[in-house]
Nanobody, 123 residues
Framework: QVQLVESGGGSVQAGGSLRLSCGASGHTFFAYTGGWFRQAPGKEREFVATISRNGASLYADSVKGRFTISRDNAKNTMYLQMNDLNPEDTAVYHC?????????????????WGQGTQVTVSS
């Protein structure tokens, strides 16, 4: 069992940057595939990025080239660096962990979720 806590959300203007962190406790994070998902008001939860145990990553087309997912297994932490933010990025961002291998885009593949952190981008 792993517990996840996100931090780093906030309000920024379009073109700005934020770095989200996802701290894991209860189990060493290196054993898990990590993912970031987001949910905007009135919309379904959508895939943002995923990183495998060995560091392979995959991004949604909407964030490719702007967001970077990374992990520091020694710190039991996963990150999402978000650059060139735009209002369409406004959402609650959730981190997730899965014991399955590889890069995972389906939220159903993840058993563990954080509570989420709000990101608001104004124009």
């Amino acid at each position: 069992q792993v517990q996840l806590v996100e931090s780093g959300g906030g309000s920024v203007q379009a073109g700005g940057s934020l770095r989200l962190s996802c701290g894991a406790s209860g189990h060493t994070f290196f054993a898990y595939t990590g993912g970031w998902f987001r949910q905007a008001p009135g919309k379904e939860r959508e895939f943002v990025a995923t990183i495998s145990r060995n560091g392979a990553s995959l991004y949604a087309d909407s964030v490719k080239g702007r967001f970077t997912i990374s992990r520091d297994n020694a710190k039991n932490t996963m990150y999402l660096q978000m650059n060139d933010l735009n209002p369409e990025d406004t959402a609650v961002y959730h981190c997730a962990a899965s014991s399955k291998l590889g890069v995972l885009v389906d939220p159903g593949s993840y058993a563990y979720w954080g509570q989420g952190t709000q990101v608001t981008v104004s124009s």
